[in-house]
C-alpha cells in the first residue's frame, strides 16, 4: 500500500512571494512515479509533472521547480514570483510501477491562495 | 478537442434513488477511474478499469457500480447503499494503467437532499 501526506492545509502568500508545497511518500515499490496537479476554482484537475523514482534531478519549468529527494521520500513544488492565478488546490499524487496495487493515489491536497 | 467530458455538471437527487454519472473520453485511453473529493480529504479511489469489460474496486466503492462496455465510457451509480453520496465527482483516463499522467474531466457535484 502506499500513502501520500501533504502536511500543510493551506498556505497563503502575498503576490511575488515564493510558496514551497511539501509532499512525503509511502510506498514498499522500487519503481515509482510521482506527480503533481494543480485544482483551480472551476474545479477540474490539471497535470503538472510525472517524475520517475530513478530520476532524482531537479526540474524546472517557468515559476515552477520541483525537488525530489528519494533519501526523505520527498517531492516537493516551489511556486517562484508566485501570482493571483497560481491559486488553487495543489495535489501530490503516487503510482507504483511494478506492484499489483498501482492505483494513483492523491494527497489530501494543499490551499494555495495567493493575494494581490 | 481531444478530453473527457462529465455530465452533468451539477446533480441533485432525493435519497434513497440511484443515479448514473457519466464519463466520455475521446483520448483513446485504455485506463479510467472515478474518484471522490470530499472537503480536506484529497481525492479518494472509488473503481479503476485497466481495459474494456474490466474493471477493480477502489479504496471506497461501497455503495457504487461501474460498468466498461466501451473503451471511451466508464458511467458511475451512485446507488442507494452508499450512505454519504453528497460529494464532487471525478473522471479520469490514462494512456496506460501504470505509471502515467491521469487526465481528468471537470467533474460533477452531486448533491442527495
Known amino acids: 500500500a502506499q500513502k501520500v501526506t501533504q502536511a500543510q492545509t493551506e498556505i497563503s502568500v502575498v503576490e511575488k512571494e515564493d510558496v514551497t508545497l511539501d509532499c512525503v511518500y509511502e510506498t514498499r515499490d522500487t519503481t515509482y512515479y510521482l506527480f503533481w496537479y494543480k485544482q483551480p476554482p472551476s474545479g477540474e484537475l490539471v497535470f503538472l509533472i510525472r517524475?520517475?523514482?530513478?530520476?532524482?534531478q531537479n526540474e524546472i519549468s517557468g515559476r515552477y521547480s520541483w525537488n525530489f529527494q528519494k533519501s526523505t521520500s520527498s517531492f516537493n513544488f516551489t511556486i517562484t514570483a508566485s501570482q493571483v492565478v497560481d491559486s488553487a488546490v495543489y495535489f501530490c499524487a503516487l503510482s507504483p510501477l511494478l506492484s499489483n496495487d498501482y492505483k494513483l493515489s492523491f494527497g489530501a491536497g494543499t490551499t494555495v491562495t495567493v493575494r494581490a | 478537442d481531444g478530453g473527457i467530458t462529465q455530465s452533468p455538471k451539477y446533480l441533485f437527487r432525493k435519497e434513497g434513488q440511484n443515479v448514473t454519472l457519466s464519463c466520455e473520453q475521446n483520448l483513446n485511453h485504455d485506463a479510467m477511474y472515478w474518484y471522490r473529493q470530499d472537503p480536506g480529504q484529497g481525492l479518494r479511489l472509488i473503481y479503476y478499469?485497466?481495459?474494456?469489460?474490466?474493471?477493480q474496486k477502489g479504496d471506497i466503492a461501497e455503495g457504487y457500480s461501474v460498468s466498461r462496455e466501451k473503451k471511451e465510457s466508464f458511467p458511475l451509480t451512485v446507488t442507494s447503499a452508499q450512505k454519504n453520496p453528497t460529494a464532487f465527482y471525478l473522471c479520469a483516463s490514462s494512456i496506460e494503467p501504470r505509471g502515467t499522467e491521469a487526465f481528468f474531466g471537470q467533474g460533477t457535484r452531486l448533491t442527495v437532499v
Open positions: 478499469s485497466q481495459i474494456v469489460n474490466d474493471f
Open positions: 517524475r520517475n523514482s530513478f530520476d532524482e
